[in-house]
Nanobody, 125 residues
Framework: QVQLVESGGGLVQAGGSLRLSCAAS????????MGWFRQAPGKERDFVAA????????YYAESVKGRFTISRENAKNTVYLQMNTLRPADTAVYYC??????????????????WGQGTQVTVSS
């Protein structure tokens, strides 16, 4: 079992920044990758970014490239999502997820085995 706890969400004005954190505990050595997804009201859960624990390769949705940065701190089993130049369209509940099986791509929620409880990000115009 892997437990994931997100933090760092909140209310910010358009153009502002937030940093989300996701702390993993439990059988963390079995994780191949970590991802961030988001879900706005009435919409599907969308891929935002992902990172592989080994090697640190990163992946981003087109809508956040150049604005968001995913990173990891292995010693703390923590993944971060730095979000800059936020837009009202970024408003959503953000979820952290862990994949315990290798996949060549990481943008599909079905690849992830464990999920956090989510943290709300609201960007006002």
């Amino acid at each position: 079992q892997v437990q994931l706890v997100e933090s760092g969400g909140g209310l910010v004005q358009a153009g502002g920044s937030l940093r989300l954190s996701c702390a993993a505990s439990g059988r963390t050595f079995s994780n191949y990758a970590m991802g961030w997804f988001r879900q706005a009201p009435g919409k599907e859960r969308d891929f935002v970014a992902a990172i592989r624990w080994r090697g640190g390769r990163t992946y981003y949705a087109e809508s956040v490239k150049g604005r968001f940065t995913i990173s990891r701190e292995n010693a703390k089993n923590t993944v971060y999502l730095q979000m800059n130049t936020l837009r009202p369209a970024d408003t959503a509940v953000y979820y952290c997820a862990a994949a315990t099986t290798y996949y060549s791509t990481l943008d599909d929620a079905r690849y992830y085995d464990y999920w956090g409880q989510g943290t709300q990000v609201t960007v006002s115009s």
